[in-house]
Protein backbone atom coordinates (compact mmCIF):
# COMPACT_ATOMS: atom_id res chain seq x y z
CA UNK A 1 0.00 0.00 0.00
CA UNK A 2 2.80 2.19 0.60
CA UNK A 3 6.01 1.00 -0.43
CA UNK A 4 4.47 0.76 -4.01
CA UNK A 5 4.53 4.00 -4.54
CA UNK A 6 6.68 5.86 -1.74
CA UNK A 7 9.42 3.27 -2.19
CA UNK A 8 9.10 2.84 -5.95
CA UNK A 9 11.27 5.21 -8.05
CA UNK A 10 8.85 5.54 -10.91
CA UNK A 11 6.47 7.53 -8.67
CA UNK A 12 9.31 9.99 -6.56
CA UNK A 13 8.45 12.82 -7.97
CA UNK A 14 4.87 12.55 -6.93
CA UNK A 15 5.02 10.46 -3.92
CA UNK A 16 7.86 12.87 -2.37
CA UNK A 17 7.75 16.59 -4.30
CA UNK A 18 3.90 15.72 -4.47
CA UNK A 19 3.60 15.29 -0.59
CA UNK A 20 5.89 18.96 0.03
CA UNK A 21 3.87 20.43 -2.48
CA UNK A 22 0.33 19.92 -0.34
CA UNK A 23 2.56 20.29 2.85
CA UNK A 24 3.34 24.00 1.68
CA UNK A 25 -0.04 24.45 0.29
CA UNK A 26 -1.75 23.72 3.53
CA UNK A 27 0.87 25.31 5.60
CA UNK A 28 0.01 29.00 3.25
CA UNK A 29 -3.85 28.42 4.19
CA UNK A 30 -3.31 28.21 7.69
CA UNK A 31 -1.18 31.53 7.45
CA UNK A 32 -4.23 33.19 5.40
CA UNK A 33 -6.34 32.05 8.13
CA UNK A 34 -4.06 33.80 10.88
CA UNK A 35 -4.52 36.79 8.73
CA UNK A 36 -8.36 36.85 8.60
CA UNK A 37 -8.73 36.15 12.32
CA UNK A 38 -6.90 39.33 12.88
CA UNK A 39 -8.95 41.09 10.38
CA UNK A 40 -12.22 39.81 12.16
CA UNK A 41 -10.55 41.67 15.45
CA UNK A 42 -10.14 44.74 13.80
CA UNK A 43 -13.43 45.15 11.91
CA UNK A 44 -14.94 43.91 15.08
CA UNK A 45 -13.43 46.84 16.76
CA UNK A 46 -14.39 49.51 14.05
CA UNK A 47 -17.89 48.06 13.91
CA UNK A 48 -17.81 48.88 17.84
CA UNK A 49 -16.57 52.15 17.43
CA UNK A 50 -18.67 53.24 15.08
CA UNK A 51 -22.16 51.97 16.43
CA UNK A 52 -20.92 53.32 20.21
CA UNK A 53 -20.00 56.62 18.60
CA UNK A 54 -21.83 57.29 15.39
CA UNK A 55 -19.18 59.48 12.38
CA UNK A 56 -16.33 58.08 14.23
CA UNK A 57 -14.93 56.22 11.14
CA UNK A 58 -15.66 57.20 7.44
CA UNK A 59 -17.86 54.81 4.87
CA UNK A 60 -14.61 54.83 3.03
CA UNK A 61 -12.51 53.25 5.76
CA UNK A 62 -15.21 50.71 6.33
CA UNK A 63 -15.67 49.69 2.72
CA UNK A 64 -11.26 49.30 2.79
CA UNK A 65 -11.47 46.67 5.28
CA UNK A 66 -14.10 44.96 3.96
CA UNK A 67 -11.90 45.15 0.39
CA UNK A 68 -8.89 43.85 2.34
CA UNK A 69 -10.92 40.83 3.61
CA UNK A 70 -11.47 40.22 -0.20
CA UNK A 71 -8.23 39.99 -0.92
CA UNK A 72 -6.81 37.69 1.70
CA UNK A 73 -10.21 35.92 0.85
CA UNK A 74 -9.49 35.22 -3.09
CA UNK A 75 -6.04 34.34 -2.68
CA UNK A 76 -7.28 31.77 0.04
CA UNK A 77 -9.59 30.24 -2.83
CA UNK A 78 -6.76 29.94 -5.66
CA UNK A 79 -4.75 28.00 -3.26
CA UNK A 80 -7.36 26.22 -2.09
CA UNK A 81 -8.45 25.25 -5.69
CA UNK A 82 -4.87 24.38 -6.78
CA UNK A 83 -4.24 21.70 -3.86
CA UNK A 84 -7.19 19.94 -4.01
CA UNK A 85 -6.47 19.82 -7.98
CA UNK A 86 -3.12 18.63 -6.86
CA UNK A 87 -4.47 16.39 -4.14
CA UNK A 88 -6.72 14.76 -6.79
CA UNK A 89 -3.97 13.72 -9.18
CA UNK A 90 -1.68 12.47 -6.34
CA UNK A 91 -4.19 10.15 -4.91
CA UNK A 92 -4.87 8.74 -8.24
CA UNK A 93 -1.19 8.23 -9.13
CA UNK A 94 -0.88 6.62 -5.92
CA UNK A 95 -4.02 4.34 -6.22
CA UNK A 96 -2.33 3.42 -10.00
CA UNK A 97 0.98 2.92 -8.13
CA UNK A 98 -1.25 -0.36 -5.63
CA UNK A 99 -2.96 -1.14 -9.25
CA UNK A 100 -0.53 -2.19 -10.58
CA UNK A 101 1.57 -3.83 -8.30
CA UNK A 102 -1.91 -5.69 -7.50
CA UNK A 103 -2.28 -6.27 -11.10
CA UNK A 104 1.67 -7.58 -11.33
CA UNK A 105 0.79 -10.50 -9.22
CA UNK A 106 -2.73 -11.22 -9.96
CA UNK A 107 -2.05 -14.73 -10.69
CA UNK A 108 -1.51 -15.16 -7.08
CA UNK A 109 -4.11 -13.29 -5.81
CA UNK A 110 -7.23 -13.93 -8.18
CA UNK A 111 -8.47 -16.75 -6.01
CA UNK A 112 -8.34 -14.32 -2.63
CA UNK A 113 -12.15 -13.77 -1.82
CA UNK A 114 -13.10 -10.80 -3.52
CA UNK A 115 -9.69 -9.86 -5.05
CA UNK A 116 -11.69 -8.18 -7.65
CA UNK A 117 -13.38 -5.63 -5.48
CA UNK A 118 -10.07 -5.19 -3.95
CA UNK A 119 -8.09 -4.18 -6.81
CA UNK A 120 -10.93 -2.19 -8.34
CA UNK A 121 -12.47 -0.57 -5.31
CA UNK A 122 -10.87 -0.85 -2.46
CA UNK A 123 -7.06 0.62 -3.45
CA UNK A 124 -9.39 4.10 -4.89
CA UNK A 125 -11.10 4.16 -1.59
CA UNK A 126 -7.76 3.74 0.33
CA UNK A 127 -6.29 6.40 -1.72
CA UNK A 128 -9.32 8.76 -1.16
CA UNK A 129 -9.42 8.49 2.54
CA UNK A 130 -5.54 8.66 2.77
CA UNK A 131 -5.96 12.13 0.83
CA UNK A 132 -8.79 12.95 3.26
CA UNK A 133 -7.35 12.04 6.50
CA UNK A 134 -3.75 12.78 5.58
CA UNK A 135 -4.73 16.68 4.66
CA UNK A 136 -6.81 17.07 7.72
CA UNK A 137 -4.12 16.04 10.06
CA UNK A 138 -1.51 18.35 7.99
CA UNK A 139 -4.25 21.25 8.71
CA UNK A 140 -4.86 20.44 12.21
CA UNK A 141 -1.52 20.23 12.90
CA UNK A 142 -0.24 23.04 11.23
CA UNK A 143 -3.56 25.01 12.20
CA UNK A 144 -2.45 24.07 16.20
CA UNK A 145 1.51 25.26 15.67
CA UNK A 146 0.02 28.40 14.23
CA UNK A 147 -3.39 29.10 16.58
CA UNK A 148 -1.67 27.74 19.48
CA UNK A 149 0.53 30.46 20.59
CA UNK A 150 -2.03 33.46 19.92
CA UNK A 151 -4.74 31.82 21.80
CA UNK A 152 -2.11 31.33 24.80
CA UNK A 153 -1.31 35.14 24.29
CA UNK A 154 -4.85 36.43 24.08
CA UNK A 155 -5.51 34.32 26.88
CA UNK A 156 -4.32 36.62 28.97
CA UNK A 157 -6.98 39.25 28.89
CA UNK A 158 -9.26 36.31 30.18
CA UNK A 159 -9.70 37.55 33.66
CA UNK A 160 -11.11 33.88 35.09
CA UNK A 161 -13.15 30.97 34.45
CA UNK A 162 -16.75 30.17 35.83
CA UNK A 163 -16.88 28.50 38.74
CA UNK A 164 -13.20 28.33 38.99
CA UNK A 165 -11.50 31.46 39.21
CA UNK A 166 -8.02 32.85 37.42
CA UNK A 167 -6.37 30.16 35.74
CA UNK A 168 -2.98 31.58 33.26
CA UNK A 169 -3.54 30.86 29.91
CA UNK A 170 -6.84 29.29 30.70
CA UNK A 171 -8.55 28.72 27.26
CA UNK A 172 -5.76 26.47 26.06
CA UNK A 173 -6.28 24.24 28.68
CA UNK A 174 -9.71 24.12 28.08
CA UNK A 175 -9.61 23.40 24.65
CA UNK A 176 -7.03 20.45 25.15
CA UNK A 177 -9.59 19.26 27.90
CA UNK A 178 -12.69 19.42 26.01
CA UNK A 179 -10.85 17.60 23.03
CA UNK A 180 -9.75 15.23 24.94
CA UNK A 181 -12.71 14.42 26.29
CA UNK A 182 -14.77 14.08 23.18
CA UNK A 183 -11.68 11.75 22.00
CA UNK A 184 -12.53 9.38 24.67
CA UNK A 185 -16.23 9.47 24.20
CA UNK A 186 -16.27 8.94 20.82
CA UNK A 187 -13.71 5.96 20.54
CA UNK A 188 -15.49 4.41 23.48
CA UNK A 189 -18.84 5.16 21.91
CA UNK A 190 -17.52 4.03 18.32
CA UNK A 191 -15.80 1.25 19.30
CA UNK A 192 -17.96 -1.31 17.49
CA UNK A 193 -17.63 0.32 14.28
CA UNK A 194 -14.46 -0.76 12.68
CA UNK A 195 -15.06 -4.49 13.02
CA UNK A 196 -18.85 -3.88 11.93
CA UNK A 197 -17.54 -1.79 8.88
CA UNK A 198 -15.17 -4.97 7.77
CA UNK A 199 -17.66 -7.16 8.39
CA UNK A 200 -20.21 -5.12 5.90
CA UNK A 201 -17.64 -4.80 3.56
CA UNK A 202 -17.14 -8.82 2.99
CA UNK A 203 -21.24 -9.42 2.74
CA UNK A 204 -21.40 -7.32 0.27
CA UNK A 205 -18.02 -8.47 -1.76
CA UNK A 206 -20.08 -11.89 -1.47
CA UNK A 207 -23.36 -10.39 -2.73
CA UNK A 208 -21.29 -8.35 -5.48
CA UNK A 209 -19.55 -12.13 -6.58
CA UNK A 210 -22.23 -14.11 -6.93
CA UNK A 211 -24.40 -11.41 -9.00
CA UNK A 212 -20.90 -11.22 -11.53
CA UNK A 213 -20.73 -15.08 -11.76
CA UNK A 214 -24.71 -15.49 -12.60
CA UNK A 215 -24.21 -12.89 -15.73
CA UNK A 216 -22.22 -15.83 -17.24
CA UNK A 217 -23.25 -18.63 -15.44
CA UNK A 218 -26.98 -19.73 -15.71
CA UNK A 219 -26.73 -21.91 -12.30
CA UNK A 220 -25.22 -19.46 -10.11
CA UNK A 221 -27.03 -16.66 -8.73
CA UNK A 222 -30.29 -18.00 -7.83
CA UNK A 223 -32.77 -16.54 -6.19
CA UNK A 224 -32.99 -18.67 -2.82
CA UNK A 225 -28.88 -18.01 -3.30
CA UNK A 226 -28.93 -14.55 -3.84
CA UNK A 227 -32.10 -14.00 -0.98
CA UNK A 228 -29.65 -15.51 1.38
CA UNK A 229 -26.89 -13.21 0.76
CA UNK A 230 -29.12 -10.02 0.79
CA UNK A 231 -30.23 -10.86 3.93
CA UNK A 232 -26.54 -11.16 5.44
CA UNK A 233 -26.29 -7.83 3.45
CA UNK A 234 -29.20 -6.17 5.25
CA UNK A 235 -28.61 -7.48 8.51
CA UNK A 236 -25.07 -6.28 8.86
CA UNK A 237 -26.08 -3.03 7.73
CA UNK A 238 -29.17 -2.63 10.17
CA UNK A 239 -26.79 -3.77 12.70
CA UNK A 240 -24.16 -0.88 11.57
CA UNK A 241 -27.27 1.44 11.33
CA UNK A 242 -28.27 0.86 15.09
CA UNK A 243 -24.85 1.44 16.45
CA UNK A 244 -24.50 4.45 14.12
CA UNK A 245 -27.52 5.96 15.61
CA UNK A 246 -25.76 6.32 19.23
CA UNK A 247 -22.62 7.47 17.59
CA UNK A 248 -24.06 10.25 15.85
CA UNK A 249 -25.88 11.25 18.90
CA UNK A 250 -23.03 11.23 21.48
CA UNK A 251 -20.69 13.37 17.92
CA UNK A 252 -23.31 16.12 17.76
CA UNK A 253 -24.40 16.33 20.80
CA UNK A 254 -20.18 17.09 21.96
CA UNK A 255 -19.94 19.22 18.21
CA UNK A 256 -22.79 21.53 19.46
CA UNK A 257 -21.84 21.72 23.33
CA UNK A 258 -18.88 22.81 22.06
CA UNK A 259 -19.95 25.76 20.30
CA UNK A 260 -20.72 27.22 23.43
CA UNK A 261 -17.71 26.83 25.45
CA UNK A 262 -15.47 29.58 24.44
CA UNK A 263 -18.05 31.95 25.16
CA UNK A 264 -19.05 29.89 29.01
CA UNK A 265 -15.01 30.22 29.11
CA UNK A 266 -15.27 34.13 28.75
CA UNK A 267 -18.61 34.59 30.58
CA UNK A 268 -16.72 36.44 33.61
CA UNK A 269 -14.25 38.52 31.57
CA UNK A 270 -17.13 39.55 29.03
CA UNK A 271 -18.96 40.68 32.58
CA UNK A 272 -16.30 42.59 33.19
CA UNK A 273 -15.81 44.17 29.85
CA UNK A 274 -12.49 43.16 30.28
CA UNK A 275 -11.88 43.42 26.20
CA UNK A 276 -13.62 45.03 23.17
CA UNK A 277 -16.03 42.78 21.05
CA UNK A 278 -12.72 42.97 18.06
CA UNK A 279 -10.89 41.26 20.80
CA UNK A 280 -13.54 38.55 21.96
CA UNK A 281 -14.20 37.58 18.28
CA UNK A 282 -10.43 36.89 17.95
CA UNK A 283 -10.68 34.80 20.86
CA UNK A 284 -13.34 32.90 20.11
CA UNK A 285 -12.10 32.34 16.43
CA UNK A 286 -8.66 31.49 17.74
CA UNK A 287 -10.21 28.87 20.25
CA UNK A 288 -12.32 27.47 17.56
CA UNK A 289 -9.20 27.05 15.60
CA UNK A 290 -7.18 25.10 18.41
CA UNK A 291 -9.98 23.39 19.66
CA UNK A 292 -11.01 21.99 15.82
CA UNK A 293 -7.43 20.80 15.71
CA UNK A 294 -7.20 19.28 19.24
CA UNK A 295 -10.84 17.46 17.67
CA UNK A 296 -8.94 16.02 15.01
CA UNK A 297 -9.74 12.40 15.56
CA UNK A 298 -13.61 13.76 17.01
CA UNK A 299 -14.23 14.41 13.27
CA UNK A 300 -12.59 12.23 11.33
CA UNK A 301 -13.61 9.24 13.42
CA UNK A 302 -16.11 7.99 10.53
CA UNK A 303 -13.31 8.05 8.04
CA UNK A 304 -11.19 6.41 10.46
CA UNK A 305 -13.39 3.59 10.57
CA UNK A 306 -13.79 2.85 6.92
CA UNK A 307 -10.06 3.35 6.27
CA UNK A 308 -9.30 0.60 9.39
CA UNK A 309 -11.49 -1.97 7.32
CA UNK A 310 -10.01 -0.95 3.94
CA UNK A 311 -6.43 -1.33 5.44
CA UNK A 312 -7.53 -4.54 6.72
CA UNK A 313 -8.98 -6.14 3.32
CA UNK A 314 -5.64 -5.09 2.04
CA UNK A 315 -3.23 -6.23 4.26
CA UNK A 316 -4.98 -9.66 4.14
CA UNK A 317 -4.69 -9.12 0.54
CA UNK A 318 -0.85 -8.42 0.45
CA UNK A 319 -0.13 -11.21 3.05
CA UNK A 320 -0.27 -13.80 0.20
CA UNK A 321 2.53 -12.17 -1.39
Known amino acids: MFRSFFGNQRWWVWAWLGSGLILLGTWYKVQLSVQINDWFGAFYDSVQKALSQ ?3 ITEASYLSLLLSFFQIAAIFVLVAVLQEFLAKHFVFRWRTAMNDFYVAHWSRLR ?3 GASQRVQEDTMRFARL ?3 LGLGLMDSLLTLLAFLPILWTLSEKVTALPWIGPVPHSLVYVALLFAIFGTVLLAGVGGKLP ?3 YANQRVEAAYRKELVL ?3 DPLRATPPTLKDLFTAVRTNHFRMYFHYMYFDAAKWSYL ?3 VLVPYIALAPSIVAGAFTLGVMEQIARAFSQVQESF ?3 VRSWSSIVELVSVFKRLRAFEKTL
Open 54 to 56: PGS
Open 295 to 297: QYL
Open 195 to 197: GLE
Open 111 to 113: HIE
Open 214 to 216: GED
Open 256 to 258: QAG
Open 130 to 132: MET
